[in-house]
């Protein structure tokens, strides 16, 4: 069994399909109609591309409905840190089904990466009012317990006794929390935010409507902070934590005292 990366991207492609297929949820095999083992759907169409460059140290999966989907239902890349741990560098989880927001291009079509960049602020506001968290340019499939699962059970079978990664955004730092990871960085500022969310706080002061993105009710839910932070209200960019999840362990952290996400 390969313990590096490395050694994983030299398996044969069969035995390394068969090994990454397991970071696949299985309900996205079943949702979609894609065999497990063909990783083809009912119409021939191979369906799950695995990127796994010679000595190089990350690999990719990428699953699609149908490969000519534009965005992927399911992306998932994941590399080997400065210190020689695995983590998880990117995560994409999109419904093809659900309506698409343009919030990933600006109204002169430049990239925005997923707003960090720049913004398209019309397409914000429509993603926020149906219900979206920042960067979801659709709906995601509601999987992430299963998805995590499915990530225990990969790490555990290479040996890793922990994973790394670090959320794009607030309310992917809480979702985390909720499926077992805790912080190795950035826990105290978490913690600060919550509080200074709440009635009286320096960013529920700030929460003055004088944009929709900052709502005095979006104190109250995981999204609407997140929205607010995606805003610029704190007073510098967000910087990502660092978490981690000890396989087969829920760490129990909970950050966030509102009242939804």
């Known amino acids: ?51 796994c460059p010679d000595e190089m140290p990350f ?19 994941v590399s080997t840190s400065a210190f020689g741990q695995m983590e998880i560098s990117f995560i994409i989880v999109n419904d093809p089904d659900g309506e698409r927001f343009g919030i990933d291009r600006n109204e002169n079509g430049q990239e925005t ?12 506001l429509r993603a926020m ?10 709906r995601g499939l509601r999987m992430m317990s299963e998805m ?23 309310n992917s730092a809480i979702l985390y929390e909720r499926a077992g990871f805790q912080y190795l960085k950035g826990k105290e500022k978490m913690v600060w935010t919550d509080r200074e969310f709440r009635t009286g706080g320096l960013l529920h002061v700030r929460l003055d ?26 007073d510098e960019p967000w910087e990502s934590p660092k978490m981690y999840k000890t396989v087969g362990a829920h760490a129990g952290v909970n950050t966030f005292t509102g009242e939804g996400y």
């Open 129 to 138: 009012e149906a219900g979206l968290a920042p960067g979801q340019v659709r």
């Open 209 to 234: 409507g004088s944009t929709p993105f900052r709502r005095p009710s979006l104190a109250r839910t995981v999204r609407g902070r997140a929205w607010a932070i995606h805003d610029g209200i704190l």
């Open 1 to 51: 069994m390969p313990t590096t990366i490395y050694e994983l991207n030299r398996l044969p492609e069969g035995e390394r399909s068969a090994l990454l297929s397991l970071l696949v949820p299985a309900s996205l095999f079943s949702r979609f109609s894609i065999d497990p083992r063909t990783f083809r759907n009912p119409s021939g169409n191979e369906c799950v591309k695995f990127t």
């Open 113 to 124: 990466y997923f707003g960090t960049a720049r913004r398209n602020v019309p397409e914000e």
């Open 59 to 77: 690999f990719q999966i990428d699953v699609r409905r149908e490969p000519s989907d534009v965005d992927a239902a399911y992306f998932l890349d």
């Open 148 to 170: 995590v699962a499915c990530w225990d059970a990969f790490f555990g079978r290479l040996g890793c006794k922990f994973y790394f990664l670090e959320p794009l955004g607030y």
